[in-house]
């Protein structure tokens, strides 16, 4: 709901990344953006936070892509493509997964277009692994590899509360960690892209995600931080890893597109 039907005029573009082939746990969050199209009808279109319409937003839906089932490296290189294309036309990325793994083609070809490309990453999880089982190309990983594109200095994660130790060590030896809002101060003059992965909210709030894990945040907290970035150069961002069939009530859901509409308005 709220988008410009026209993507010619539209600033934002939305794209739907249904892909979750490399979960670890609990599968499903290639059914998001679906159920998150469907859930924004309840949704006001007006945020009292921002104090903005989704309309004046200026963006258009542009749907979900199709991927190659049981191939990775070809549904990648798709998101990387499309992602590119949108940028050509001089526009922003706003994507819904899917897994995690969809913003690693993101931040590719957007790192295409901007030298000084930084990462906000709002997590439960570390996602710094080199390998999960023997695979590189894991949403456990996609941190680290994007590491390699922006460089770790260029990388900011918050809400983390799970990783194995060898990837908090990496977290403290290149300063990535932040608990506090003046931790993002020093992106001020940087081209941002936010990536959100639900499971950053406490289960309380969102347990239908692929990787529950207790301890997280609670709504308001995310959209503090959401309203201190709002003043930062944005340039794209993702939601991921909602999987709404763990949650019948279709609360998380809800709260995904909510996380979405706020996300939005930062752009």
Not at 50 to 71: I, R, S, T, W
Request: with cysteine; proline share 3%; hydrophobic share 40%.
């Amino acid at each position: 709901m709220g988008q410009n039907p026209n993507f010619e005029t539209s600033d934002v573009i939305m794209l739907g990344l249904p892909f979750d082939g490399t979960v670890s746990y609990r599968p499903g969050s290639r059914f998001a953006p679906e159920q998150i199209r469907l859930a924004s009808w309840g949704l006001e279109d007006y945020s009292p936070e921002f104090d903005k319409h989704l309309q004046d937003v200026n963006f258009h839906d542009a749907g979900d892509l199709e991927f190659p089932l049981g191939n990775t490296y070809a549904s990648l290189d798709l998101i990387e493509k499309n992602v590119e294309e949108i940028y050509k036309a001089g526009k922003k990325v706003f994507a819904i997964g899917g897994e995690h793994l969809v913003t690693l083609p993101e931040i590719k070809a957007i790192s295409k277009f901007y030298d000084n490309l930084a990462v906000v990453h709002f997590d439960a999880h570390t996602d710094l692994r080199e390998e999960y089982l023997g695979e590189e190309m894991s949403h456990s990983a996609v941190i680290r590899h994007i590491s390699k594109i922006v460089g770790a200095e260029n990388i900011k994660q918050i809400g983390i509360r799970s990783g194995m130790k060898e990837e908090f060590e990496f977290m403290k030896k290149h300063n990535t960690l932040i608990h506090e809002f003046s931790g993002l101060d020093e992106f001020k003059g940087k081209k941002i892209f936010v990536t959100v992965d639900l499971d950053v909210l406490d289960t309380s709030v969102m347990c239908g995600t692929g990787t529950p894990e207790a301890g997280g945040m609670q709504f308001k907290e995310l959209i503090e931080w959401f309203k201190y970035l709002k003043d930062f150069e944005i340039i794209g961002a993702d939601v991921v890893e909602l999987a709404p069939d763990y949650d019948a009530s279709g609360v998380s859901t809800a709260v995904a597109t909510k996380v979405i509409r706020e996300l939005l308005m930062c752009l």
